[in-house]
């Protein structure tokens, strides 16, 4: 059973932004020192290091090359490539690893630097199609929101009301990138990037990091950590194809993360207070919706437009901002807001919180992850 | 500007070779009848080699699409407004198309067909709504 034996025992990241001349692996060490002050642990206790790979600056051996940079020798060190599901796929690995005995205390962490350094990796040709004119990571979401609004009439506004909570969350948030309020008429009116995207749908360029600090239940007890917060669910599953390949656009494999999370938790929707959903592009948090249970597949578009994804509503998602406003960074620092959901501390703190949840996915949906925190 | 030409390897030259004789292919399984794009040297389904390709009958549907008003590559930036779809062949496999229409009439389950153009020298399969002129 693994409800609640392990902890998040402590949070950290970088300013979230433009943050030129320093390195990814910088960035990473500064995380990775808040994170071990606010679990209130010295460094030479840590023997895992969890890193997903940067998107877009890849090196080999780079769980190697942080921690020459942590000045760790770690039992387990690795740097994961699933796009933005490897930071929850981190903890679960941790986890498993701290649960066989493999090492004690871990550090899972990321960092990256698109937004002073390159953005290629998001205009990138999309293999030998790239003669069709078929390029970037935006791209690829168009053409799932495109067909989810084919199949079920998902409105525009839909996915305004998604990137209007997000903005206007981020907009209390004083660490968020973009702390511009949006109203549904300034989304309608943006021009299309690639149709039927617009600005307002894709998530932040963004450098920074954030990290965090795992270990067991037993261990943040007998050292007296202050505020962990236990994980009481996990799950993982990957569409894996290509969104050319995949016979279904609109769904996809979280639903069957999503499906262990709960039932490692022993908890259904109608638990969470408070969700952490990962909004790249407005269309996954729809689908995300759909998916995890919270409304039937093609019904997100009313649910989000009923006020209750804002905080206030039931269900109030990525209270800090998410990836459209407090940082494009893909996702460990929702990871860190549902941390202070738990704990009583965000800034838009929704009152009464059990159980928060969090998704990461990347690719274009290709990876996804769950984890659901809680007392 | 030249645009970004396919990389022809000994993988895929019988999909390039099919094009510029004029016919679209696809592989297909002779163990387990599996039909796909785009090449690969083992069966996804069965994991068995010995592909084989077959001329394709050049009809299909719309799965989805999109319409890039911002270029990504500086060969498309006088091409803008350009769409860009997937199609569902009949036979079955899917590809990376552009469809030959006003982008406003363009629907998912739109019935098409293969109409192949040349661009920067290569056969490119583009498709057409099926009763256009």
Known sequence: MMRGKFVIAGV????????????????NVEACRRALEDAGIEKRAVDGVFVKTPTSAREILYGQTLSEALGLQP????????????????????CLAIEAGMCEVALVCYADNPRSGSRATYARPRGDDAAFGWFSTAAGYAMIHRRHVAEHGTPEAAFGAVAVAARRHGAANPNAQLRKPLTLDGYLAAAPLVA?????????ISDGAAALVV???????????KAAVPILGMGQAH????VTQRPCLTSTRAKDAARDAFAMAGLGPADIQVAQIYDCFTITVLMTLEDYGFCPPGQAEGFVREGRIVHGGDLPLNTAGGLLSETGMPGLQLVIEAVRQVRGTATLQ???????LVSNQGGTMHTHATLILGG | MTLPTPEVTPLNEAYWAGLAAGELRFQHCPHCGHRWLPARRECPACLREGAAWEKAAGTGQVISWVVYHTAYHDAFRDRLPYNVAIVELDEGPRLITNILAPHESIAAGMRVRLE??????????????????
């Open chain 1, 239 to 242: 569409t894996s194809w290509e």
């Open chain 1, 196 to 204: 039927p995207l617009r600005r307002d749908d894709c998530a932040l």
């Open chain 2, 116 to 133: 192949l153009q040349s661009d920067f020298g290569v056969n490119l399969p583009r498709f057409a709504p099926v009763g256009a002129a």
């Open chain 1, 12 to 27: 950290g990241h970088t300013a979230f932004g433009t943050l030129p001349g320093r390195s990814t692996v910088s960035l």
């Open chain 1, 75 to 94: 039992r387990i060190g690795i740097a994961l490539d699933q796009g933005g599901a490897a930071n929850m796929s981190g903890i679960a690995f941790a």
């Open chain 1, 215 to 225: 270990m067991s239940a037993r261990r943040a007890r007998e050292i007296g950590v």
């Open chain 1, 350 to 356: 929704v009152p009464g919180v059990r159980h928060a």
